[in-house]
T-cell receptor, first 114, second 113 residues
Framework: DSGVTQTPKHLITATGQRVTLRCSPR?????VYWYQQSLDQGLQFLIQ???????AKGNILERFSAQQFPDLHSELNLSSLELGDSALYFC?????????????FGNGTRLTVT | GDSVTQMEGPVTLSEEAFLTINCTYT??????LFWYVQYPGEGLQLLLK???ADDKGSNKGFEATYRKETTSFHLEKGSVQVSDSAVYFC????????????WGLGTSLAVNP
C-alpha cells in the first residue's frame, strides 16, 4: 500500500461530460502529481502541485484543470470529454522537491468515455 | 528534449529464465534513472534507481547499471518468477525539470510456470 488514495477506481461517462478525480496523498507529503496513462502515449505528466500551489505543468489540455486544497488532497477536473480521454489517471505524491526521492503512486482511476 | 526508449513488449519467459529489458535515454546533464513496476490492477511502484554514472540499483533480484557512455539503464534479473509478471517502466528525472519524470512506454512481462 503506497498510502496514496484515489477515487473512484472506475468511471464510465459519455462524451461531452465532466468528471472529477480525487487524490489523497500520503500523510506528510506536500507534492501531488497527476499522470495520464494511455496505450498509445504511455505515461504523460499532467501537472504538479506543492502545498496548494501549482508547481509545474506538463501535457495538460485546456479542458483539464486541477487544484490542491488546504488539506493537501487534490482534484483533477476533466471537461468536454472526448473518446480519446479514456485512460488510466494516476496521482502520485512525494514529501518535497528533492530530485531523488521516489514518487508514491495511487492505484489510479480508470476513465472510460463512451 | 529528454526522452526514454524502452524495448517493446510483450516479453514472455518461462520461470527461472534470464530477463533483460533494454532502456536507453536522451538527456542533457546528469539525470537520475528509475525503473518502476506496475502489477496488474495496481499503481506504479519504484523498483530501483540510480543517481549517477556507474551506480547500480538493485531490488528484489532486479539490477540496472547507469551507463553514461552508452546512455543506457537496462533492467536484468537472473531468474524470473511468475510473480514478476507486470509492466516495467524506465524513467528519468532531470534536476532542472521540477521533478517531472520522463517515461518510456513500458514493457509488459509475462512469466509462465
Amino acid at each position: 500500500d503506497s498510502g496514496v488514495t484515489q477515487t473512484p477506481k472506475h468511471l464510465i461517462t459519455a462524451t461531452g461530460q465532466r468528471v472529477t478525480l480525487r487524490c489523497s496523498p500520503r500523510s506528510g507529503d506536500l507534492s501531488v502529481y497527476w499522470y495520464q496513462q494511455s496505450l498509445d502515449q504511455g505515461l504523460q505528466f499532467l501537472i504538479q502541485y506543492y502545498n496548494g500551489e501549482e508547481r509545474a505543468k506538463g501535457n495538460i489540455l485546456e479542458r483539464f484543470s486541477a487544484q490542491q486544497f488546504p488539506d493537501l488532497h487534490s482534484e483533477l477536473n476533466l471537461s468536454s470529454l472526448e473518446l480519446g480521454d479514456s485512460a488510466l489517471y494516476f496521482c502520485a505524491s512525494s514529501v518535497g522537491s528533492t530530485n531523488n526521492s521516489p514518487l508514491h503512486f495511487g492505484n489510479g482511476t480508470r476513465l472510460t468515455v463512451t | 528534449g529528454d526522452s526514454v526508449t524502452q524495448m517493446e513488449g510483450p516479453v514472455t519467459l518461462s520461470e527461472e529464465a534470464f530477463l533483460t529489458i533494454n532502456c536507453t535515454y536522451t538527456a542533457t546533464g546528469y539525470p537520475s534513472l528509475f525503473w518502476y513496476v506496475q502489477y496488474p490492477g495496481e499503481g506504479l511502484q519504484l523498483l530501483l534507481k540510480a543517481t549517477k554514472a556507474d551506480d547500480k540499483g538493485s531490488n528484489k533480484g532486479f539490477e540496472a547499471t547507469y551507463r553514461k557512455e552508452t546512455t543506457s539503464f537496462h533492467l536484468e534479473k537472473g531468474s524470473v518468477q511468475v510473480s514478476d509478471s507486470a509492466v516495467y517502466f524506465c524513467a528519468l528525472m532531470n534536476a532542472g525539470n521540477n521533478r517531472k519524470l520522463i517515461w518510456g512506454l513500458g514493457t509488459s512481462l509475462a512469466v509462465n510456470p
